[in-house]
């Protein structure tokens, strides 16, 4: 389950073959020249309502700690998800206001909030419970697994550890949370084809390809401004791939400049 940051990324990630695309809370701030937990909730859900309109894939949405400050707090944010044509969110135990992962029985109340929205809708969304603890430098599988347990109990469909990459680790959570499990793929850190024999049943690339894409732009614009030279062919997408994201029929029949 890749994570597209705007249109273009999603419709070339969905014409890829994937059966599902998630959102970045990163990777969309970055779109937008922010850093991440900059967001609004309007702009994530207009940004929701955008993508959905251009890909025919359900989309899950990073919906970071789902905003619980603003109007109707956490399950008006589902709410609005959902109509936006979301197929699952997430909330997580991390507050960006104080810089601290949230109090256990806080995120517990925030999840069952969210859980309660998501599955009384009339095409209920998949809500996954996230345990900030990795990302935010807290290396304790116990509390980790604690509140996992947690969020399932209040209501979470999936679970998601977000920064775990030791396959003993992973596969013991899996196994105390007895719920579908999320992993996000990190460099260095198990594969696909490993995470699938210890119960994996999700993965995804949080940031990971905006940042990519992101590298790819600083490094060849740095050395146009070092070496005058222009970015090698082998490096550029295809107009193979390019027409088949976005539309063979809207191709022009003489190829454009190579400026244009």
Request: proline letters at 7%; one cysteine or more; glycine letters at 8%.
């Amino acid at each position: 389950m890749p994570n597209p940051w705007d249109v273009g990324s999603a419709r070339l990630l969905a014409s890829l073959g994937f059966e599902a695309l998630a959102t970045t809370s990163a990777g969309f701030a970055w779109s937008l020249g922010r850093l991440d937990q900059r967001v609004t909730r309007d702009e994530l859900v207009a940004h929701v309502g955008e993508l959905t309109a251009a890909i025919d894939l359900p989309l899950n949405v990073d919906s970071e700690h789902c905003f619980p400050g603003e109007p109707g707090g956490v399950a008006e944010t589902v709410a609005q998800l959902a109509a936006a044509g979301a197929a699952g969110c997430s909330i997580e135990d991390y507050d960006p206001v104080n810089d601290r992962i949230e109090e256990l029985d806080v995120a517990v109340e925030r999840v069952a909030a969210a859980a309660v929205a998501a599955h009384e809708l009339p095409e209920p969304m998949v809500l996954t419970g996230r345990a900030e603890n990795h990302l935010r430098g807290v290396q304790d599988l116990d509390d980790t697994i604690r509140r996992l347990v947690a969020y399932r109990d209040a209501g979470a469909d999936a679970v998601y550890a977000p920064g775990l990459t030791d396959l003993g680790q992973i596969g013991a959570l899996v196994r105390a949370v007895e719920i579908p499990v999320n992993v996000l793929v990190l460099p260095g850190g198990p594969t696909v084809a490993e995470l699938a024999p210890v119960g994996v049943r999700r993965i995804s690339t949080g940031s990971l390809l905006a940042a990519a894409a992101y590298a790819a732009l600083v490094e060849e614009a740095e050395r146009l401004q070092t070496d005058g030279a222009a970015p090698a062919t082998s490096d550029l997408v295809s107009r193979k791939a390019l027409a088949a994201a976005f539309g063979a029929e809207t191709a022009p029949t003489r190829e454009p400049p190579a400026s244009g």
